[in-house]
């Protein structure tokens, strides 16, 4: 079974451009969560995609959208980066997606926004 | 409004020793579920242990344990002959019914430093 990766690892931006975070959910998940985790802090939830809608989302600006595709995987959209940004961000999958599913969450990336 | 608190930052400890780590809750929904993750420095968090509101039951994974109490709101996390290999950030998590999808609230986490 495979599990929850990420690509990038790493990765440095400037303050204003755009950076696409793409995540493979877990064999069998259909429900991916993305959190970002500033340093020194828990994750803080962004959104969730089930069935390729998101379906919840947490308090963080429109500059930050996703996808879902037909084969589960996601991708974590941010625009016009702010330096606030920079942070570890993690992907998260589970089926079905209730409140008492196990997420399964991937290595993250680590985005520095310069 | 769901909250977690950790209060404790960091423990340090000598291998060998019992440890636990402290979790609070709030939340006014009467269905909820709580959470232990393990963050390494690896950064990827490590599922350790899920239980629903209605189950109070402690439970015991071999050198780990959890204690649930809904009467006080806590769901501590307790290792038992303690290793270096448990350092790490632990994390306490809830997630409620009543919003329709899960979204995990965090706390701020418990540093966990064993020394040899």
């Known amino acids: 079974e495979t599990g929850v990766t990420q690509s990038p690892t790493h990765l440095i931006k400037t303050r204003g451009q755009q950076v696409t975070l793409r995540c493979s959910s877990q064999?069998?998940?259909?429900?991916v969560s993305w959190y970002q985790q500033a340093l020194g802090q828990g994750p803080q939830f962004i959104f969730q995609?089930?069935?390729?809608?998101?379906?919840g989302r947490g308090n963080f600006p429109p500059r930050f959208s996703g996808l879902q595709f037909p084969n589960y995987s996601s991708e974590l959209n941010v625009n016009a980066l702010e330096l606030d940004d920079s942070a570890l961000y993690l992907c998260a999958s589970s089926s079905p997606g209730l409140a008492g599913a196990e997420q399964y969450f991937g290595p993250g990336t680590r985005l520095t926004v310069t | 409004a769901q909250k977690v608190t950790q209060a404790q930052t960091e423990i340090s400890v000598v291998e060998k020793e019992d440890v636990t780590l402290d979790c609070v809750y709030e939340t006014r929904d009467t269905t909820y579920y709580l959470f232990w993750y393990k963050q390494p420095p690896s950064g990827e968090l490590v599922f350790l242990i899920r239980r629903n509101s209605f189950d109070e039951q402690n439970e015991i994974s071999g050198r780990y344990s959890w204690n649930f109490q809904k009467s006080t709101s806590s769901f501590n996390f307790t290792i038992t002959a303690s290793q270096v290999v448990d350092s790490a950030v632990y994390f306490c998590?809830?997630?409620?019914?009543?919003?329709?999808?899960?979204?995990?609230?965090f706390g701020t986490g418990t540093r966990l430093l064993v020394s040899p």
């Open positions: 064999s069998g998940h259909n429900t």
């Open positions: 998590a809830l997630s409620g019914m009543n919003t329709g999808f899960q979204k995990l609230v």
């Open positions: 995609y089930y069935r390729e809608e998101e379906n």
